[in-house]
């Protein structure tokens, strides 16, 4: 069974860095890539990056590109989502997901077929 557990939430400033975890488990991820998305409050969900398991390629909205960085410990099974200069509008719930990497369009969530159960990142002004 497959389990995604994200942490590393939680109530930041503005112009500060926050790193989120993401530990995954129950299958193989080779032939998997992995990604972050956020959803804001009346807002859809959002993707934001994505990563491939096996070789790290990676893939960024426009809209977090040079501010957030998408990593992954194979040997730990984790990703990550390093966040900085982080902005009230950053606010939102944000998830860990899972898709078949031969899937191209990442930036569709439901092309991912895990998810986790979301952490909780406040920007305060």
């Known amino acids: 069974q497959v389990q995604l557990v994200e942490s590393g939430g939680g109530l930041v400033q503005a112009g500060d860095s926050l790193t989120l975890s993401c530990a995954a488990s129950?299958?193989?991820?080779?032939?998997?890539?992995m990604a972050w998305f956020r959803q804001a409050p009346g807002k859809e969900r959002e993707f934001l990056a994505t990563?491939?398991?096996?070789?790290?390629?990676?893939y960024y909205a426009d809209s977090v590109k040079g501010r957030f960085t998408i990593s992954r410990d194979t040997g730990k099974s984790m990703v990550y989502l390093q966040m900085d200069s982080l902005k009230p509008e950053d606010t939102a719930v944000y998830y860990c997901a899972t898709r078949p990497a031969y899937i191209s369009s990442s930036y569709d969530y439901t092309a991912y077929d895990h998810w986790g159960q979301g952490t909780q990142v406040t920007v305060s002004y």
């Open positions: 129950g299958r193989t991820f080779a032939s998997y890539a």
């Open positions: 990563v491939t398991w096996s070789g790290g390629s990676t």
